[in-house]
């Protein structure tokens, strides 16, 4: 089965912290999205890559395919970063449009 | 273009009854995706469409669903016979034409449902 696991599920900082967020995966990908969701459902991408690194503001994807694992981090954190944070992948192959979604972090930055 | 809009953002029905659902992508994006999300999950992936035609429809869509796209614009997903389980937010998205790795999915604000 295809499945993408995030870690933790649960997180809680103080502000100003740098926060790390996990993602693996089982299977040969296409493409790796970090998507951020806030209360009442509104999906957001923050990233889409296929290799190596990305950098937007305070935020900062990697990936590492041969480990099939990337990580999301957020630098400086501001109780505003505060939501639920979902990995997403599209898998190799005949149906690579579609995403196969993690659980989802729940972040929440404490001032 | 705003972004893709979904309407109602909130449903709330009895058990049994039939609910419609629709999705106004982004103009230009001919690609159109329905995912469902229950409380504390990710979200699943239900359907797909590439301009009219519905290309995939996820083992998770029961007969009671069906979606439309009749035009190639926008999108309507219809539940019959709601049940409990039904229950959910149910997102929207669409991306444009192009290579099967290079695009992003830009999403809705979703519509939540909840069946008593």
């Known amino acids: 089965k295809n499945e993408v696991e995030q870690s933790p599920q649960n997180l809680t900082a103080q502000e100003g912290e740098f926060i790390t967020i996990n993602c693996s995966y089982s299977v040969g990908i296409s493409a790796l999205h970090w998507l951020q969701q806030h209360p009442g459902g509104g999906i957001v991408s923050l990233f889409m890559?296929?290799?190596g690194k990305k950098k937007h503001g305070r935020l900062i994807a990697t990936i590492n395919i041969q480990e099939k694992h990337s990580s999301l981090h957020i630098t400086a954190s501001h109780p505003r970063d505060s939501a639920v944070y979902i990995c997403a992948v599209r898998y190799s192959g005949g149906s690579n449009y579609k995403l196969t979604f993690g659980k989802g972090t729940l972040l929440t930055v404490n001032p | 273009d705003t972004g893709v809009s979904q309407d109602p953002r909130h449903k709330i029905t009895k058990r049994g009854q039939n609910v419609t659902f629709r999705c106004d992508p982004i103009?230009?994006?001919?690609?159109l995706y329905w995912y469902r999300q229950t409380l504390g999950q990710g979200p699943e992936f239900l359907t797909y469409f590439q301009n009219e035609a519905q290309l995939e429809k996820s083992r998770l869509l029961s007969d009671r669903f069906s979606a439309e796209r009749p035009k190639g614009s926008f999108s309507t997903l219809e539940i019959q016979r709601t049940e409990q389980g039904d229950s959910a937010m149910y997102l929207c998205a669409s991306s444009p034409a192009g290579q099967g790795y290079s695009y992003e999915q830009y999403f809705g604000p979703g519509t939540r449902l909840t069946v008593t």
């Open positions: 103009s230009e994006h001919n690609r």
């Open positions: 890559l296929s290799s």
